[in-house]
C-alpha cells in the first residue's frame, strides 16, 4: 500500500519501491482497499530485498517491526527510518465479519496515506 501511495501521490519527487524479507503475493483486501482509495495496485507484485540490492537508495522506510529488525546490511547504507504501522492481516484475524477486515485494512492504509503526504520532507525529521 505504500508505494502505491508514494507512486500516486508523490511519484515526481519519490521514486518508491516496495519490498520484504519475505515474499507472500499481493493480498486481495489491500487490492481492494486502495481500490476503493482510487488506487491500482494489481500490477504490483511482491518481491524480495534482494532483488533490490543494486538500487542506491537515500532513505529505506521500514513499515513493520520484522522488517525493520532484520533490514539487510546493504539496505543501511541509506538511511533508515521506522515508521510502523500495525499489521492488517494480523489486525484481521481478530475480527469476525469480512467488512471488520476491510477496515482493518482501510485503517492503516489511511495511516500510509497520511505519512506518505508528508514525505520527503518527513523523512529528513526522523
Known sequence: MAEGWARQLKGDVIEAYSAGIET???NPS???VMAEAGIDITGHR???VDELKDVEFD???TVCDNAHESCPL????????HVG????PRMAKEVKTDEEKLDC????RDEI???????PEVLVSL
Do not use: N, T, W
Request: aromatic residues 14%.
Open 30 to 32: 489491500a487490492i481492494k
Open 105 to 108: 485494512y482501510r485503517r492503516v
Open 74 to 81: 546493504f539496505l543501511r547504507k541509506a538511511k533508515v527510518v
Open 24 to 26: 507472500h503475493g499481493m
Open 59 to 61: 532513505y529505506v522506510v
Open 113 to 119: 496515506r497520511k505519512f506518505v503526504e508528508k514525505c
Open 85 to 88: 504501522f500495525q499489521d492488517p
Open 46 to 48: 511482491s518481491k524480495h
